[in-house]
């Protein structure tokens, strides 16, 4: 019976679509498999309000969230205001210590209030001055995959990427980062599952590892 089945949520990265766990497939028998979209946030809203109306989209009590990069910072903010049967982080942070150098670098200067965010509401324009075949790729991929290209997201998006104030990692929490990802590079310290070979994308590439691996996380009662 469907009432039986473990609601499981995916939360993507960035203005990213919720596609990118179109590869993901936990056995219909055991799981629901439920895909959570970014909303665009209110005038000066906080990370805490925007987390709260999202919360506002599940529909089950005690779900799993299963959240990707800033999408993982998100379901950690979700999990203060909400009970979960299990949180599972993926490539991100764990808490504001772990943001890159540059990272901490940019929150310092307020940089994210001068970011050319403008520039992702028009990829292809983007693409025009791209200098080589591995950015024109790439770029091609986050057409693939971008959801969101309202500018007021986005900079509202980076804005409290760079201001999370979360001090310790949530302890309940499943942390699994990529060895190999370039975008949070120090973020398998402590708790932490490593994917060898994992970038930041490797909820795409690495789907395989995803398949085998979450049912039992989800599943262990530890």
């Known amino acids: 019976m469907e009432n039986d089945l473990i609601p499981v949520y995916f939360m993507p990265g960035m ?4 596609t990118i766990f179109e590869r993901i497939k936990l056995s219909e028998d055991r799981f629901k498999v439920y895909w959570l979209e970014w909303i665009i946030p209110e005038e000066d809203e906080s990370f805490e309000h925007y987390a709260k109306r999202m919360i506002q ?8 969230l299963l959240g990707v990069s800033f999408g993982g910072v998100l379901i950690q903010e979700m999990s203060k205001h909400m009970k979960v049967r299990k949180l599972i982080v993926i490539s991100s942070i764990k808490s504001r210590h772990e943001l890159p150098k540059r990272m901490k670098v940019a929150k310092f200067m307020k940089a994210y209030k001068f970011a050319p965010t403008q520039l992702l509401s028009n990829l292809d ?8 075949e591995t950015i024109s790729k790439r770029i091609d991929l986050y057409k693939t995959y ?7 997201y986005l900079d509202w998006a980076l804005k409290e990427m760079l201001l999370w104030d979360q001090e310790v990692p949530h302890p309940d929490a499943i ?21 060898e070979g994992g970038t930041h994308i490797m909820i795409v590439t690495k789907y395989k590892w995803f398949n085998k691996h979450l049912p039992a996380l989800i599943t262990d009662s530890n």
Do not use: M, Q, W
Not at 15 to 18: G, H, L, N, S, T
Not at 146 to 152: F, G, Q, S
Not at 176 to 194: E, L
């Open 146 to 152: 971008l959801a969101v290209n309202d500018k007021r």
């Open 125 to 132: 324009v983007l693409k025009k001055y791209a200098f080589n």
């Open 15 to 18: 203005a990213a679509k919720p």
């Open 175 to 195: 942390y699994i980062h990529g060895d190999k990802d370039a975008i949070f590079t120090h973020s398998c310290g402590g708790n932490c599952i490593v994917v």
């Open 57 to 64: 989209k599940i529909d089950h009590e005690n779900p799993v």
